[in-house]
């Protein structure tokens, strides 16, 4: 290990140490008077080095030293939320603390658990049909020009409906199980992916698809050797989109009438019983199921759209 | 220059009117526990009759709604008092909010769990296995110490019932996605008839009936408050006048409806409506002095919420929850 390696291992080193010492300084009935402007300024300093460590490791290259950085970030932010908060002490009912909410997630594992199964339903089901119908509906917009010009203002119009009117209406209509919440997921999901697979489908190069037709080929062969691939990009960019917008209009939609399982439901009834904790552990598995699903999609993105620009470096 | 008695005059009546607009400027922030209705009928008079501003008080009443909760407005500090129901309250101060009941309104309870006679249901042994619609956001905790006094599992399991979070409206009931559903005797109930039901359709528990009644609409402020000897005598003066408006919508109710339908800013309820709510609101208010609270009640909830097996609302019996200092202050 070459010297600059090393003393930026030791400055994390001492970031550990002095971060442990503060933490463990303004549990309970912490200093007052001088010696907690004290604290607060070693505070400020450590933000610093802190700062200057993260330069270093960005620099890193590799797939194991390139999450470095991003990893003593996010670290780095659990712990300063704690100490803002166990420092100030701030009431639990407005914002617990990071270790609150751990343990949140251990004790209401089992609900959390049956609450995550139950809203992934209705994503994964809302997720497909939305962006399913979205891209038959551009498939046909783009054969027919006609329905393009009537069909794509009233499919903006979809798109623009709040999720806050339309989920008490689909509870009506699909009662008040998953069907519903996947139905909210699905009109939220058709719009992006409508506009962004005709707008793929039209990005086809002019003279390739001259190529094509001196070829003899019919629409059907060019929509599926030449159209498609190159719309591609743009269908993955609305799926990604689609991934969590699928999985926030799933949780809205269970505020407005559900089984009482499920994140939404959860965050709602948690909120309202003061149990802050217990909503950011829900909160938490949301997100985290968010970034999942985005990364998968954005994996299979780059299996089936190496060939693109963007992914030369 | 030579103080004349004229000037000594004027100067002596631009303190006095100064002093006294400086008495009128006492502001007090009122949070209600739901949206502006003939179930606060008794502030709104208060108001409007001029009680609050005789006793010195300038008060602003804040609407509720939806997923609006009286005691997180209160721990957030946008309220000084607010309205809630006291399973709430005593829920919210055990985790940490030190909420304290100073007036009670209501003496009796609204709620009520109405049932379609044609999904089978006739008495609560019926329960078993059908769907039930209830309130969250606070509102849950009488139904499920009822459920928990039946012996009936609330998770979906055959041999208990099924729950749903139902929404502020009547849909579950006349769509048949549930057989019962919780009601208040004042409004949604007569939402169902008002949307076409029959009364010989329908069969109502009321929670006072099944000996599993808990407090409803009171007064409630915080320690901190109380502990400022200046906010406790303001609360006091504002106690006196909001019982004194209540009194007055008590005795004339369509006045009272009419002042509720004027400050209604969303313009969304309806006379007739309203006028019924206020005749069942009337019957909650009960006879004795009005905002007193009856010990025996608050023990009876108290014991209704600790008596959950399962999952008990409340853990341990509260203390300082409840005091009666604002309210004999109130009645100087």
Not at chain 1, 49 to 67: E, H, I, K, M, P
Not at chain 1, 215 to 242: C, M, Q
Not at chain 2, 123 to 139: I, Q
Request: glycine share 10%.
């Amino acid at each position: 290990m070459n010297r600059r390696n090393a003393m930026t291992a030791l400055a994390v080193l001492v970031l550990a140490v002095i971060a442990d010492a503060l933490l463990s300084r303004v549990q309970g009935d912490g200093p007052k008077g001088a010696e907690a402007a004290a604290v607060w300024w070693l505070l400020a300093g450590w933000v610093l080095l802190l700062w200057f460590v993260l330069g270093r490791l960005a620099q890193l290259r590799g797939r194991v030293l390139g999450l470095l950085a991003p990893a003593l970030f996010g670290l780095a932010m659990l712990y300063l939320w704690e100490i803002a908060v166990v420092g100030w002490d701030v009431p639990r009912v407005l914002l617990p603390a990071p270790h609150a909410v751990g343990e949140a997630l251990a004790a209401r594992w089992g609900a959390l658990r049956a609450d995550f199964r139950q809203t992934a339903v209705s994503v994964v089901a809302g997720y497909c049909a939305g962006c399913g119908a979205g891209f038959g509906v551009a498939l046909l917009a783009d054969r027919y020009r006609l329905l393009q010009r009537g069909l794509l203002p009233l499919a903006g119009m979809a798109g623009a409906v709040p999720i806050v009117g339309i989920a008490p209406i689909m509870v009506m209509w699909f009662g008040f199980d998953w069907q519903s919440k996947a139905a909210v997921a699905a009109i939220v999901t058709f719009f992006p992916m409508l506009v962004n697979t005709l707008a793929g489908l039209a990005s086809v190069d002019a003279m390739h698809r001259d190529l094509m037709r001196t070829y003899g080929a019919g629409h059907l062969a060019t929509l599926l050797k030449l159209r498609l691939p190159s719309a591609l990009p743009f269908v993955f960019n609305a799926l990604k989109i689609n991934s969590t917008l699928a999985l926030i209009s799933a949780i809205v939609a269970e505020f407005f009438g559900s089984p009482i399982y499920g994140l939404g439901f959860r965050i709602s009834a948690e909120v309202a019983r003061m149990n802050v904790d217990v909503v950011w552990a829900a909160i938490a598995l949301a997100a985290l199921a968010g970034s999942v699903f985005y990364g998968l999609i954005a994996l299979v993105e780059r299996a089936m759209t190496f060939w693109h620009a963007s992914y030369r470096s | 220059m030579r103080i004349t008695k004229p000037t000594r005059l004027l100067t002596g009546m631009a303190l006095a009117f100064a002093a006294a607009g400086a008495q009128a400027q006492d502001k007090i922030t009122l949070q209600l526990k739901w949206v502006t209705q003939a179930q606060f009928a008794g502030y709104y008079v208060a108001k409007d009759k001029g009680f609050y501003k005789d006793a010195g008080l300038d008060v602003t009443i804040k609407a509720g709604g939806p997923d609006i909760n009286p005691s997180q407005v209160i721990a957030g500090g946008g309220a000084d008092v607010v309205v809630d129901w006291m399973p709430s309250a005593l829920a919210t101060r055990e985790k940490g909010v030190p909420l304290v009941n100073i007036a009670q309104v209501f003496q009796r309870s609204g709620m009520e769990l109405t049932c379609r006679n044609d999904s089978g249901v006739k008495t609560p042994a019926d329960f078993k296995g059908k769907t039930l619609g209830v309130w969250f956001s606070g509102n849950e905790y009488p139904f499920l110490s009822w459920m928990d006094k039946l012996g009936l599992k609330t998770n979906g399991e055959p041999d208990g019932v099924k729950v749903l979070k139902q929404g502020f409206n009547v849909d579950p009931l006349l769509q048949k996605q549930a057989a019962c559903i919780s009601t208040m005797t004042y409004n949604e109930y007569w939402q169902l008839i008002e949307a076409g039901m029959k009364p010989e359709q329908l069969t109502v528990f009321k929670y006072e009936d099944q000996g599993v009644a808990t407090l409803e609409d009171g007064l409630y402020a915080t320690e901190k408050t109380l502990a400022d000897p200046k906010m406790a005598e303001k609360l006091a003066r504002f106690v006196k006048a909001s019982m004194k408006g209540w009194d007055y919508a008590v005795k004339n109710q369509d006045e009272a409806v009419k002042i509720v339908l004027k400050n209604d800013a969303s313009g969304a309820q309806k006379e007739g409506h309203q006028k019924r709510m206020m005749g069942e609101i009337a019957k909650l208010v009960g006879t004795g002095k009005t905002g007193q609270l009856d010990m025996k009640a608050y023990e009876r909830t108290v014991d209704t919420l600790m008596n959950g097996k399962s999952d008990p609302v409340i853990t341990k019996k509260p203390v300082g929850a409840v005091t009666d200092k604002i309210f004999v202050a109130s009645q100087k």
